[in-house]
């Protein structure tokens, strides 16, 4: 055959015998192949020193994927309280108590007065999450997002975590689908990916024994795709887990995704050390962060899109991450107060062309999205 008619091999030659000589090669083939990888290969990727390998795998999954396209879209965050029952060791946003000095409960007006603020801005998405407030009715958070969908019909409302969820269907004698039905019908659109944490039971009982335990996250996550709800999946990491346990973590999320195909996005977080319980544990290196998305995006096959959530991550890991497997930056973030009050350097909000001249140099093509990927303007 004329060697111009040959197809052009997915990884150069150079880097395939790089993979070979780094003991890769049967991995490389795989991923190659489109074929899924196992625990053991997880635990490899993990282990290597050759960890641009496992981006250069990555990104070949990322371009399959996606090409060059990276994601943003123009949001606002609502934290409407930051009283919260639970204790999660790793929490800097929580204060227990009403009262408590710092703590804060928004009423209907101050919430609307987020939105209203930018009446003349565009945005497209609203991400609500909230403390487990044990002195607010349900009413509450209906009423928010009735006011809110009044407010702005067009706005996609996204909230409520299954640890959420989890704590108003005990609180308030509930099922959980009776939660999801009466949040869904005054106006909640999907589900974002928080309260994950690490499924393992050893870390959860360590870090946050009281909230809802991996199988409940899983379940409720179930629930609202069964339902049609599109939901994210988040993982935190770089805390007192094991590597073995991310990888946990993220199987669970891929078997629950073959038999729902409800996930949008996985969102690994960076712990943050500051203002928390675990303020004496080491950050994760930018090299492991990296190397966590790279691992994720190729054992997560299943999953559309890999976020890099840039107010914990800082923006210029964020932005390295396009070349290890990430294909979304989220958006704009107006008002992020969880990873602030851990201890996060990022600014309050990114503008739009903050985002786009971010992926720009990054060799990426920006697109904006809708919460549900939908392409909203290309630029
Ligand atoms: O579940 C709390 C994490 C999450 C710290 O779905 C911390 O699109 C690091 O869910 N250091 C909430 N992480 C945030 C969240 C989220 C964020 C962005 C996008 C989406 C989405 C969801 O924040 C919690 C917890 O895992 N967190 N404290 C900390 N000190």
Redesign the pocket.
């Given at each position: 055959m004329n060697a111009s008619l040959q197809p052009r091999p997915v990884l150069s030659s150079v880097t395939r015998r790089a993979l070979d000589a780094a003991g890769l090669g049967d991995i490389a083939d795989k991923v190659v192949a489109r074929e899924r990888l196992t625990l053991e290969d997880g635990q490899r990727l993990f282990a290597t020193p050759h960890v641009q390998l496992v981006g250069v795998l990555a990104n070949l999954v990322r371009e399959r994927h996606h090409g060059d396209l990276t994601y943003y879209n123009r949001n606002q965050?609502i934290n409407a309280t930051n009283v919260c029952e639970a204790t999660?060791m790793?929490?800097?946003?929580s204060r227990l108590e009403t009262g408590d000095p710092r703590a804060y409960t928004m009423s209907m007006e101050q919430a609307l007065s987020r939105i209203r603020a930018l009446r003349d801005t565009f945005i497209t998405e609203v991400?609500i999450?909230n403390g487990l407030n044990p002195d607010l009715p349900f009413r509450y958070y209906t009423d928010l997002l009735t006011a809110l969908k009044q407010e702005r019909p067009d706005l996609h409302i996204?909230g409520f975590?299954a640890?959420e969820i989890h704590y108003y269907a005990g609180k308030f004698g509930m099922t959980y689908e009776q939660v999801l039905d009466a949040l869904c019908e005054a106006g909640l659109d999907s589900?974002?990916?928080?309260?994950?944490?690490i499924f393992a039971d050893r870390v959860r009982k360590k870090i946050c024994h009281d909230k809802v335990d991996g199988p409940g996250w899983l379940k409720i996550h179930e629930i609202a795709h069964a339902r049609g709800m599109r939901?994210?999946?988040?993982?935190?990491f770089?805390m007192i887990e094991t590597t073995d346990e991310r990888l946990d973590h993220m199987l669970q999320l891929r078997d629950l995704q073959d038999v729902t195909g409800g996930f949008q996005?996985f969102?690994p977080?960076?712990?943050?050390?500051?203002?928390?319980r675990?303020n004496g544990l080491y950050e994760a290196t930018a090299v492991e962060v990296l190397r966590t998305f790279a691992v994720a995006r190729l054992m997560l096959d299943n999953f559309p899109h890999i976020?890099a959530?840039w107010?914990?991550l800082g923006v210029q890991v964020a932005q390295s991450s396009l070349a290890w497997g990430v294909d979304d930056l989220?958006g704009t973030?107006r008002e992020?107060r969880?990873?602030h009050?851990?201890?996060?350097k990022t600014p309050q909000a990114l503008s739009r062309d903050d985002l786009v001249a971010l992926i720009r140099a990054a060799g990426r093509t920006p697109v904006e999205r809708d919460?549900l990927y939908h392409v909203a303007a290309e630029v």
């Amino acid at each position: 055959m004329n060697a111009s008619l040959q197809p052009r091999p997915v990884l150069s030659s150079v880097t395939r015998r790089a993979l070979d000589a780094a003991g890769l090669g049967d991995i490389a083939d795989k991923v190659v192949a489109r074929e899924r990888l196992t625990l053991e290969d997880g635990q490899r990727l993990f282990a290597t020193p050759h960890v641009q390998l496992v981006g250069v795998l990555a990104n070949l999954v990322r371009e399959r994927h996606h090409g060059d396209l990276t994601y943003y879209n123009r949001n606002q965050h609502i934290n409407a309280t930051n009283v919260c029952e639970a204790t999660c060791m790793f929490c800097s946003f929580s204060r227990l108590e009403t009262g408590d000095p710092r703590a804060y409960t928004m009423s209907m007006e101050q919430a609307l007065s987020r939105i209203r603020a930018l009446r003349d801005t565009f945005i497209t998405e609203v991400h609500i999450v909230n403390g487990l407030n044990p002195d607010l009715p349900f009413r509450y958070y209906t009423d928010l997002l009735t006011a809110l969908k009044q407010e702005r019909p067009d706005l996609h409302i996204k909230g409520f975590t299954a640890v959420e969820i989890h704590y108003y269907a005990g609180k308030f004698g509930m099922t959980y689908e009776q939660v999801l039905d009466a949040l869904c019908e005054a106006g909640l659109d999907s589900m974002p990916g928080g309260g994950a944490e690490i499924f393992a039971d050893r870390v959860r009982k360590k870090i946050c024994h009281d909230k809802v335990d991996g199988p409940g996250w899983l379940k409720i996550h179930e629930i609202a795709h069964a339902r049609g709800m599109r939901t994210n999946a988040t993982m935190l990491f770089g805390m007192i887990e094991t590597t073995d346990e991310r990888l946990d973590h993220m199987l669970q999320l891929r078997d629950l995704q073959d038999v729902t195909g409800g996930f949008q996005t996985f969102i690994p977080l960076k712990f943050h050390n500051e203002h928390n319980r675990l303020n004496g544990l080491y950050e994760a290196t930018a090299v492991e962060v990296l190397r966590t998305f790279a691992v994720a995006r190729l054992m997560l096959d299943n999953f559309p899109h890999i976020k890099a959530y840039w107010p914990m991550l800082g923006v210029q890991v964020a932005q390295s991450s396009l070349a290890w497997g990430v294909d979304d930056l989220d958006g704009t973030v107006r008002e992020e107060r969880i990873y602030h009050m851990a201890g996060a350097k990022t600014p309050q909000a990114l503008s739009r062309d903050d985002l786009v001249a971010l992926i720009r140099a990054a060799g990426r093509t920006p697109v904006e999205r809708d919460t549900l990927y939908h392409v909203a303007a290309e630029v």
